[in-house]
């Protein structure tokens, strides 16, 4: 049996890699239109400081997965705490994730978002769309003071018109995470990426080639 794989990413280097220990499979193809493969998994060393396409971070909720990724880096890994930053009205920073520390906003913004957040009339809706989504965990007013914003922006496209898959495993923050945030407390949420992996060297194509590398 032969097999065919079209496009040369992380998806295609990593399922040859699974793939070619088969009795059955005698033949892998992959197929890229670009002159080198990696796809988004590419980095670019400029002066001995590498630059990855796009940003890249290395985390999953499926231990069984993080493990074969941190297997295949070998030594080439180091563990980091995130510690990203909102700036918000262009001279507030306020932790990720934003309900984190809604005591920051503005008294108005805070109370817009804490009310909206603990009467939600999105609640009970079935989201088919990522801003259906947000408007059902997060309310109104968080969605629309940074989450409708800030992935309009990143995704180039109303949330309208994008659908769940990229969000459906945020949870609803519950009631009294929001009420601890909006009194000053800290708090984490999404403590599966609290911390996340990265290469040492190489930036994250590193990743890519160490796959390469285990494939015959």
Known sequence: MKILILGGGIAAISLAKFLQ????????IILEKNEKIGGLLRSYNIKNIF???GPHIIFSK???????ILKILGKNKIKIRRSNKILYDKKTYIKYPFENELYKLPKKDLK??????????????????????????????IFNLYLGP????????????????????????????I???ANGAITEGYKHQLYF??????GI?????????KTK
């Open 21 to 28: 220990d088969k009795k059955e499979i005698k033949e892998i």
């Open 51 to 53: 630059y990855d396409v």
């Open 62 to 68: 499926d231990k069984k997965i993080l493990s074969i």
């Open 112 to 141: 817009f978002a804490l009310d909206k957040f603990l009467k939600n009339k999105f609640s009970n809706i079935k989201p088919k769309t990522m801003k259906e989504f947000f408007l059902k965990n997060f309310g109104e007013g």
């Open 150 to 177: 800030y992935n309009n922006k990143i995704w180039k496209m109303n949330t309208s018109k994008l659908d769940t898959q990229m969000v459906e495993r945020i949870p609803r923050p519950p009631d009294e995470d």
């Open 179 to 181: 009420i601890n945030s």
């Open 197 to 202: 992996h990265y290469p040492k060297k190489g």
């Open 205 to 213: 194509q590193s990743l890519f080639d160490a796959f390469q590398k």
